[in-house]
């Protein structure tokens, strides 16, 4: 099982006709990903690499009974390409765009939201059910390398701390069941403590990474939902930025949401407050397997 996408996820990509799309697509497909359809508007009836170009995810829809749509469009397209594939009913989007207006990305999050729909991104490099299939970027040419099937579920902030994490797994003997780039932005389609609640309830997985940042409420939000509900399988989170501390409020670096506006978005405030919920505290990737097989009873 996995939380978002398996080897029978009928996939549609928008946007198939670009030149990242294309590579994306067919490393995918290659990977074991259902890639059912392509949609380019004025480019129906043609194909890429024996995949059916539509001009409408409508049409690419009732033809695939496609259910989740990975979109390749230049920013300023973003918003109109996400609202077509929630009215043409798809279930899962992953949107990797990078610098959607702020506007833009408010409304389509709230347009997925009340429509029940899970959103990966904006500014992600995707998911990947590892041995099953992935969706974007992750994992690069050779996910195989990185990325071992298993039982730990991954979330970050960060697309490229995905592979770090997966990695430092791997080379202790732990895999993945699903791991998810949630998305740089200050806005995103879903939370982070959106896919802890998925995890939880995903008999695959049996322990969660998690990988945060400075700035947005993501962490926070974590720990409120534990305190709440209380911990239902081992959580390990890595908080990175401490040094940003030592800065102005209001600079982001790295990612746009990576900005401490004020105290609560301090490092040190999230690692306490997760901490006081039960989550275990990385001092860094390669401690985050060696604190899973602990909780585990392994270690």
Request: aromatic share 4%; hydrophobic share 45%; glycine share 12%.
């Amino acid at each position: 099982m996995s939380i978002l996408l398996d080897k029978n996820t009928r996939v549609v990509v928008q946007g198939i006709t670009g030149t990242q799309a294309r590579v994306d697509t067919i490393v995918c497909r290659d990977y074991g990903t259902n890639i059912v359809a392509g949609v380019t508007p004025g480019r129906g009836g043609q194909d890429v690499e024996g995949i059916p170009v539509y001009d409408t995810v409508r049409e690419a829809v009732e033809k695939h009974d496609a259910e989740a749509s990975l979109i390749y469009v230049p920013a300023m397209a973003a918003k109109d390409a996400v609202l077509e594939a929630i009215a043409a009913g798809i279930r899962l989007i992953v949107a990797p765009a990078e610098l959607v207006p702020l506007n833009d990305a408010a409304k389509v999050v709230d347009a997925v939201r009340k429509a029940g729909i899970v959103m990966v991104g904006f500014n992600t490099v995707g998911i990947i059910t590892p041995g099953q299939a992935r969706m974007g970027g992750m994992g690069g040419l050779e996910p195989d390398e990185i990325y071992a099937p298993g039982r730990i579920g991954i979330c970050s902030r960060s697309g490229g701390m995905v592979a770090e994490v997966a990695w430092a797994l791997k080379k202790d003997g732990l895999g993945v069941s699903t791991a998810v780039a949630m998305g740089g932005d200050q806005i995103t389609g879903r939370r982070m403590v959106d896919y802890v609640r998925l995890f939880e309830e995903d008999p695959a997985t049996e322990a969660i990474a998690l990988f945060g940042e400075p700035g947005t409420p993501n962490e926070r939000e974590v720990a409120l939902h534990l305190k709440k509900s209380g911990m239902k399988k081992p959580i390990v989170a890595l908080i990175a930025g401490t040094f940003q501390e030592n800065h102005p409020k209001g600079v982001s670096f790295g990612h746009a949401a990576a900005m401490i506006a004020d105290d609560t978005d301090r490092p040190t405030a999230k690692k306490k407050m997760l901490a006081e919920a039960g989550v275990r505290i990385a001092k860094d990737i390669k401690d985050i397997p060696v604190q899973i097989q602990q909780a585990l009873g392994r270690g």
